[in-house]
């Protein structure tokens, strides 16, 4: 194999687990914006406690797929951001003024106005940002990012504004919030809150499954390139089957309460529609013109690249290995509460 495909297939992995990790967080975010009724707070509550300990370590993902496609297809790096500028924007402006507004509301604990001010911030940013990655994924996937000489052909809004990437857009935040909520029933160790998560999972599921098959119709017309990779290629056949029996896994174990099978068909499916949007998409990193062979750096550049990425996984992939065993599997002690600083007293 050689390394423009070996690189290529070293983004999507990237980009599949910035969805596993980050876009749940996302996800959390969303439902902390529609948090209500009287577990408002503990659900609240339980999202900053999910999110707390990995949410900055998970943008890794991210910034490991921007240097890699800035280094190994500079073509395509160039045409993103050029014809997709302001979505691209908009996906940055959202990252920062989430981790700010996270940070703002914790240290803010004192004074209510404020805190519930950064949290709102927090929910908003939260629910822009795989809204408007989701766009970038759609742009690039149809013939609408025209760019030459760094000259956007079909200006800054006619590569993006139109109902295919809007829609891919939707269906990335109803993904990420679907993978949240199966992910919250399993960190949430009250019945109350399970079962609140456990609705939101169910509802936010129904809604990614009507958005996928609107985006898969709509794509014979708009995207006609991904619905031909999808229907010819064995491989994407595979995945699509195997989209569909997680899907039904992931509702079967929610509607009898198996949390954490529910949280690992939610992975997976989430996982599978990824790798066919991939492989339909193969060999195109923006379509109709640049492909992972004609917007390519030099081959020795790309091989320096894969050894690069090659010996930072060794280091990268145990660590957060170990840093999600130590925040979410190991055991932790329990603090006291309110009834145990009565009895001590």
Not at 121 to 133: E, G
Not at 204 to 210: E, K, M, T
Request: aromatic letters at 14%; charged letters at 10%.
């Amino acid at each position: 194999m050689n390394p423009n495909a070996i690189l290529a297939g070293m983004m999507l992995i990237s980009l599949v687990l910035y969805s596993l990790l980050g876009g749940a967080d996302y996800g959390g975010g969303f439902w902390d914006l529609l948090s209500f009724g009287p577990n408002r707070e503990g659900q609240r509550n339980l999202i900053a406690q999910a999110i707390q300990p990995i949410w900055e370590a998970n943008h890794v993902w991210i910034v490991l797929l921007i240097v890699v496609m800035f280094s190994g297809f500079p073509a395509a790096f160039s045409a993103i951001s050029v014809g997709l500028a302001i979505p691209l924007y908009l996906v940055l402006f959202g990252i920062v003024l989430r981790g700010s507004s996270y940070v703002f509301r914790a240290y803010f604990a004192g004074n209510v106005g404020m805190q519930l001010f950064w949290g709102r911030v927090f929910s908003i940013s939260s629910s822009m940002t795989p809204f408007f990655l989701g766009i970038v994924i759609g742009g690039i996937s149809c013939d609408s990012v025209l760019v030459n000489d760094g000259f956007n052909e079909n200006g800054f809004l006619r590569a993006w504004f139109h109902p295919f990437p809007l829609v891919v857009g939707l269906l990335s935040l109803s993904l990420f919030a679907y993978l949240s909520a199966c992910y919250l029933t399993v960190e949430a160790e009250d019945p109350i809150l399970q079962s609140d998560f456990r609705t939101r999972a169910l509802i936010s599921g129904l809604v990614s499954i009507v958005l996928a098959a609107c985006t898969y119709i709509m794509a014979a017309d708009s995207a006609p390139g991904i619905k031909d990779g999808l229907w010819s290629n064995p491989y994407a056949w595979l995945v699509e089957i195997g989209a569909g029996i997680a899907t039904i896994a992931g509702f079967h174990a929610l509607w009898s309460r198996h949390y954490l099978r529910a949280a690992f068909a939610a992975a997976a499916q989430v996982t599978f529609i990824l790798l066919g949007w991939g492989i339909s998409q193969f060999p195109y990193l923006v379509r109709p013109a640049i492909t992972i062979y004609n917007g390519a750096s030099p081959r020795p550049v790309l091989s320096s690249l894969v050894i690069a990425v090659s010996i930072g996984a060794v280091v990268l992939v145990p660590s957060l290995a170990l840093l999600l065993y130590v925040f979410k599997m190991e055991p932790q002690p329990a603090s006291p509460g309110i009834d145990d600083v009565e009895k001590a007293e």
